[in-house]
């Protein structure tokens, strides 16, 4: 295992590893779940409501690669309530507002203090699944006051992770802005299946953060063989530690 502070930048994914995803995603849907009947709402409990909502948005991503987020989150509005038999309650108004649900999604606890500490020591570096305007409501909000030295958004690759061009993006910039090669980038994320094992497949290092629940970014036994994990921390907080 190599030493932490041999990397120069940490690339984070931002929602699910700095900001609850999962959380933002369930209580932004509440104005179309709540209309469940009572059975119906058990059979969509959240995890299953989150499961179901991963297949949705990645299925449209791969179809629509260059689509921004919030309209992919509109699409995905317009999928989860055609599957629970909830199209009659979809609004424009309520559409609209899950699309742009994205600036009010929360940190986690420990993720604030983390960055700043975690500043000290390397470039801070996101690699997002979003758009540039989304990440800006953002860093305007949840990470007021954190300074992230590159960001890098599906909307400027032209894809999604988890493709490997996002990755070949984020090494190619890393190394032209800030002057880090690819073997000195740590992929810090949570989850699995968008960022970790393709990060993996295209050759850096990664680092998981197991963020709990955790029904989207995937479990550790079900990693595809021969892709192993660099560092594996519970919280953030346990990464600073060790590299302090």
């Known amino acids: 295992m190599r030493d932490l502070k041999s990397y120069g930048a940490l690339s984070f994914d931002c929602y699910g590893t700095l ?39 990645g299925r449209i991503q791969r179809q629509y690669p260059k ?26 108004e309520d559409r609209a507002a899950f699309g742009a649900s994205i600036g009010a999604w929360e940190p986690f606890p420990d993720t604030i203090a983390a960055l700043h500490q975690l500043s000290k020591h390397f470039k801070l570096v996101i690699l997002s699944n979003v758009d540039k305007e989304s990440f800006s409501r953002t860093l ?41 090669p690819k073997h000195k980038i740590l992929q810090t994320a949570y989850a699995l299946f ?27 036994e079900n990693l595809e063989d021969g892709i192993t994990l660099d560092f594996t921390f519970p919280t953030l907080r346990e990464m600073v530690d060790a590299v302090a």
Request: net charge negative; charged share 25%; hydrophobic share 40%.
């Open 19 to 57: 900001v609850d995803w999962e959380g933002g995603i369930i209580k932004a849907l509440t104005p179309l779940t709540k209309h469940l009947c009572p059975n119906t709402a058990t059979t969509y409990d959240r995890q299953a409501l989150l499961t179901l909502y991963a297949a949705c948005e």
């Open 67 to 92: 689509m921004k987020y919030p309209s992919i989150l509109e699409q995905v509005y317009d999928e989860l309530a055609k599957e629970m038999d909830l199209q009659e309650h979809v609004t424009p």
């Open 140 to 180: 305007a909000g949840p990470l007021a006051g954190i300074t992230f030295d590159a960001v890098y958004v599906a909307e400027e690759i032209g894809s999604y992770k988890p493709s490997l061009n996002n990755f070949d993006y984020l090494a190619k910039r890393c190394e032209l802005d800030l002057q880090v």
């Open 194 to 220: 968008h960022d970790l094992t393709p990060a993996k497949k295209y050759g850096l290092d990664v680092c998981l953060i197991e963020r709990k629940p955790n029904v989207m970014g995937g479990e550790v």
